[in-house]
């Protein structure tokens, strides 16, 4: 079975660029997540979905930041416009979800962003 | 306030050594779920197990076991006779009930086994 599939694995951009990560998740999953990952800040939630719809975006950094998930098989992250300490490797996971416990979540292979 | 602590940032081993890898944390939740996931050199998050706070049996998957402790709020990580293979940075997290879906991970254990 393919897991999270995320693209691209990496993305260098300048300052003021637009930024788009794309992620695939499980088929069947009905929750989805993007974490940033920093050594400074270790990985940090950034938004979740379940079924298609956000639950907590608390943790989108600023209005520069944006996620959409149109549909159970597609979800975007973008960051418009980009900052150089926006640069870090964005995860995309996904899980499944039947009630009130947690399942484990499984990651894709992460973006690699840098903006210079 | 951070729920969870892995208060060991890089830890050296020489191969067929065992090793353990804390974890602490911190929630008023009574249910509540704990995880492990490893991250090798490669980058990628791969998950290693799920305990929820119900369920205190240590667990032996392999080389590797857990042993979960609510009196002190601990869920560490063993892994025996290491191997090169494990040299990864290993991430606790914590999910509460009552906060969804989300985990909250720990900063992570870098792990090396020397050859």
């Known amino acids: 079975d393919a897991g999270v599939i995320q693209s691209p694995r990496h993305e260098v951009t300048e300052m003021g660029q637009e930024v788009t990560l794309r992620c695939k998740p499980i088929s069947g999953h009905n929750s989805l997540f993007w974490y940033r990952q920093t050594m400074m800040r270790g990985l940090e939630l950034l938004i979740y979905?379940?079924?298609?719809?956000?639950?907590?975006d608390s943790g989108m950094p600023e209005d520069r930041f944006s996620a959409k998930m149109p549909n159970a098989s597609f979800s975007t992250l973008k960051i418009q416009p980009s900052e150089p300490r926006d640069s870090a490797v964005y995860f995309c996971a996904s899980s499944f979800s039947s009630g009130q416990a947690t399942p484990e979540a499984f990651f894709g292979q992460g973006t690699r962003l840098t903006v210079v | 306030a951070q729920k969870v602590t892995q208060a060991q940032t890089e830890i050296s081993v020489v191969e067929k050594e065992d090793v353990t890898l804390d974890c602490v944390y911190e929630?008023?939740?009574?249910?509540?779920?704990l995880f492990w996931y490893k991250q090798p050199p490669s980058g990628e998050l791969v998950f290693l197990i799920r305990r929820n706070s119900f369920d205190e049996q240590n667990e032996i998957s392999g080389r590797y076991s857990w042993n979960f402790q609510k009196s002190t709020s601990s869920f560490n990580f063993t892994i025996t006779a290491s191997q090169v293979v494990d040299s990864a940075v290993y991430f606790c997290?914590?999910?509460?009930?009552?906060?969804?879906?989300?985990?909250?991970f720990g900063t992570g254990t870098s792990l090396t086994v020397i050859p």
């Open positions: 929630t008023r939740d009574t249910t509540y779920y």
């Open positions: 997290a914590l999910s509460e009930a009552y906060t969804g879906n989300q985990f909250y």
């Open positions: 979905f379940n079924n298609n719809v956000p639950i907590d």
